[in-house]
């Protein structure tokens, strides 16, 4: 949500903000844009999973009706539940740059909780492990729209995915935005367009998954888990094929919600 079109602030994006419900429509518009250019490109189905904070933010009243909605949590693959190697391709819609990057409303999954991630050595945030995720079902990420910040780290992981920038950062809750309008005509013809040309995806190989966590409490309790370990007192490692890592992360994220009480963007 913190990459859909207009949005700059907590307010906009967490229950109950002031603006959360007006961006609630945003957010569906957004969506819509790219569904229409999916079925312009022929896609013959589309599935929608909302993957921000509560996991329930689209209205499913709003919602093209010709896509499929998953809605609600927890779900065991988070962000990218009912992905299958049955897809054609992943749209990611309203997508934001990793922690410590100067972006719009920049973090990794859980606001300050989380300081960094490395995925194979590599500084990576909410971007990087879709993509990965999505490699290893086979399934290439076909286009992201977001803030120019997220679309330059999306660049930097695949040239191959088409980009949207919908505003451009000024600072971590301020932008430049792209008229409404104009943005929403951007996600739909580059949606079309991104789908004509698909780039292969696989990835079966190992990989290593680091977090440094703001809370050594929460390192100590993921060092319970078989094949986690603990590089020092905030920081955890774990080997395994994307999948598992990617289910496993998402188990982290459970037990980080259990073990503190923050909010986000603190």
């Known amino acids: 949500m913190e990459g859909i079109t207009g949005l700059v602030d907590a307010e906009d994006v967490q229950p109950p903000g002031r603006d959360y419900e007006r961006s609630r429509v945003m957010m569906t518009e957004d969506v819509n844009a790219a569904v229409r250019g999916a079925y312009a490109a022929g896609a013959t189905a589309v599935l929608v999973n909302d993957a921000h904070g509560p996991m329930r933010n689209l209205l499913p009243d709003l919602l093209d009706p010709r896509a499929r909605l998953i809605k609600g949590r927890p779900k065991p693959m988070g962000m990218i539940e009912g992905l299958s190697s049955e897809y054609d391709a992943v749209l990611c819609i309203g997508f934001h740059s990793r922690a410590g990057v100067l972006g719009v409303l920049s973090h990794s999954f859980m606001g300050h909780e989380i300081e960094d991630i490395w995925l194979d050595d590599r500084p990576t945030g909410e971007i990087g492990l879709l993509h990965a995720a999505a490699a290893a079902y086979g399934v290439p990420v076909a286009l992201l729209t977001g803030d120019d910040t997220a679309c330059d780290e999306t660049k930097s992981w695949d040239p191959s995915v088409a ?6 950062a000024k600072d971590r809750f301020a932008a430049q935005l792209v008229p409404v309008a104009e943005a929403r005509e951007a996600i739909e013809t580059t949606t079309t367009q991104s789908l004509a040309n698909l780039a292969a995806a696989s990835d079966h190989g190992l990989h ?33 094929e994307m999948l598992q890592l990617y289910r496993l992360f998402n188990l982290f994220l459970r037990v980080c919600t259990a073990v503190t009480s923050n909010q986000p963007y603190c």
């Open 208 to 240: 290593r998954l680091t977090v440094r966590w703001q809370s050594a409490s929460v390192a100590l309790h993921l060092g319970a888990i078989p094949g986690v370990e603990r590089l020092d007192d905030r920081t955890v490692t774990v080997e395994g």
């Open 163 to 168: 980009t949207v920038p919908v505003k451009f």
